[in-house]
């Protein structure tokens, strides 16, 4: 029996409004842990599923059915390893809120399971493991949550590859987490509907935009880019309290604000970390004042990746 080997994934923000399945970027704030330890037999088992979150029952132990689980078993059948997986999963991103918890379980799992391997891989190539395990929660392989938490920062991420991309150090995140539940599904089910293509260039125009701020280093471009014309006005009817939470940062110098993932999770960027930690409560303030307690994390958006957690 191998020695156990612990990883944590940290939370993510994805599509960054305007690159919907594309765009996202780590959270320095909630995080999943998981241990993994290699099993002589090949198969992987899930042993336990812990934390203080609600809803962990819903979450299956089964491997097959589980994000974690999943990527595992892809991983070692495409690497047709010899040996198989134990994992167990301390759960600390809530369920259903837009964080990227179901990919930061599969995240954390591959990064922990890696490092047990003879020759581990490079962190890229874990990618489309990744890929694998998230398909199982929201029934599509969209990497604009797993790309960040395997890479760091600001990634730009396609069916092929994750990118990380430049990002300037000032940059800085608040996430407001109400104590809502919007599953994923139920948030990509408003977005049904075909768009027009006058709204489909718009949303073009801006990306290029943001892209080319990050880019540059420049707050004007990224603040004219960072609107989402598509995705945000048919997901904020599902969400209480949205739009009192994204006046509060506009109204407090936020270069943009939108919806975290399928929310209910609401992020703005800020040019300096006082400003968002100046903000924070003001955002927060809004979820309260729509009946819903909710927790500001602010983090830098150049945040840090997934990564093994140093034996005591």
């Known amino acids: 029996m191998s020695v156990p080997i612990s990883a944590f994934a ?5 599509n960054i409004g305007v690159g919907f399945d594309l765009l996202g970027h780590a959270v320095d704030g909630p995080r999943d842990v998981a241990t ?3 099993l002589d037999a090949r198969e992987v088992r899930i042993e336990a599923i812990e934390g203080d979150i609600p809803g962990l029952e819903r979450l299956p ?8 689980g999943g990527a595992l078993i892809a991983l070692r059948q495409r690497l047709d390893l010899p040996f198989g997986f134990a994992l167990s999963l301390h759960k600390g991103i809530p369920l259903g809120s837009g964080l990227g918890g179901s990919a930061a379980s599969c995240v954390a799992a591959l990064v922990a399971a890696n490092a047990l391997l003879d ?6 190539a874990l990618y489309e493991f990744a890929l694998d395990g998230e398909s199982i929660s929201s029934g599509s392989r969209h990497g604009d949550n797993v790309a960040p938490m395997l890479l760091g920062g600001v990634t730009l991420a396609t069916q092929q590859r994750a990118l990380r991309l430049d990002v300037p150090a000032w940059l800085h995140a608040v996430v407001v987490h109400p104590d809502q539940v919007l599953e994923t599904r139920r948030s990509r089910a408003a977005l049904a509907e ?6 489909l260039v718009e ?17 004007d471009l990224i603040r004219d880019g960072l609107h989402d014309v598509l995705v945000e006005p048919r997901r904020a009817p599902l969400i209480p ?5 994204k006046a509060a940062a506009l109204d407090n110098d936020a270069l943009g604000a939108s919806i975290s993932g399928g929310g209910p999770s609401v992020f703005a960027w800020f040019a300096s970390r006082a400003a968002a930690e100046h903000a924070a409560p ?3 303030q809004g979820f309260v004042d729509a009946g819903f307690d909710a927790r500001a994390y602010v983090s830098p958006v150049d945040a840090p990746r997934a990564e093994v957690i140093a034996a005591d």
């Open 194 to 199: 075909p768009y027009p293509l006058h709204a």
């Open 282 to 284: 003001a955002m927060r």
């Open 61 to 68: 132990l089964e491997a097959a059915r589980n994000t974690a």
């Open 119 to 124: 020759a581990p891989l490079p962190r890229e």
């Open 36 to 38: 993994v330890r290699r």
């Open 241 to 245: 309290g949205f739009a009192a939470v």
């Open 203 to 219: 949303q073009t125009t801006h990306l290029a935009q943001f892209l080319l701020g990050l880019q540059r280093g420049d707050a």
């Open 10 to 14: 940290p939370a993510s923000v994805g």
